[in-house]
C-alpha cells in the first residue's frame, strides 16, 4: 500500500512542481521586463535562482529534471510573450493562482534577484516588485526572514 501511496505522490507533484518552476520564472520575468528590456544579466540570475530553488526543494540530483536551461530559456521566452498578450495585471493574478507556500516566497526572491542583476532596481521595476509582492500576499521586506 504504500508504494501505490508513493507512486500517486509522486505523479501529482511533478505536475504541481513543474508548474511551480514556470511560474517562478514568469514572476521574474514579470519584473525584469518592467523597465522595458530584459537584460542578458538577467536571464543568467533567473536561470541561476529556479535551478536553485528546485535543488532546494527536490534535490541537486533533479534540477536537470526540472530546470534544464533550454527549458527555462523557452519558459522565459514564453512569459515574454503571454505578459504581452494577458497584460501585466492578469498575468500577475495568474502566478498568485498557481503559486503556493514557500514558492510564493521563492518566487519574489528569485524576481527580485533577476531585476538586481543588472546592477540597479529602476522605479519600475519596484513599482512591479510592489504589485508581484500584493498579488502573492507578501511584502517585499518578507525576504529578509
Not at 2 to 26: C, G, N, Q, Y
Not at 38 to 60: F, K, P, T, Y
Request: glycine fraction near 4%; charge should be negative.
Amino acid at each position: 500500500m504504500s508504494s501505490i501511496r508513493h507512486l500517486f505522490t509522486a505523479r501529482t507533484a511533478r505536475p504541481k512542481l513543474e508548474a511551480s518552476m514556470r511560474a517562478i520564472t514568469r514572476a521574474a520575468i514579470y519584473l525584469a521586463s518592467a523597465d522595458g528590456t530584459v537584460q542578458e544579466a538577467e536571464i543568467e540570475a533567473l536561470v541561476d535562482d529556479v535551478r536553485d530553488v528546485v535543488a532546494r526543494s527536490v534535490g541537486i540530483e533533479h534540477v536537470d529534471e526540472y530546470a534544464k536551461v533550454t527549458m527555462l530559456l523557452d519558459d522565459a521566452r514564453a512569459a515574454l510573450k503571454a505578459l504581452a498578450v494577458e497584460g501585466r495585471p492578469a498575468f500577475v493574478e495568474g502566478l498568485a493562482k498557481v503559486l503556493e507556500g514557500d514558492f510564493r516566497r521563492d518566487a519574489l526572491k528569485v524576481a527580485l534577484d533577476v531585476v538586481r542583476a543588472d546592477g540597479a532596481v529602476s522605479p519600475a521595476e519596484q513599482t512591479a516588485l510592489d504589485e508581484l509582492a500584493h498579488a502573492l500576499g507578501l511584502q517585499p521586506s518578507d525576504l529578509a526572514r
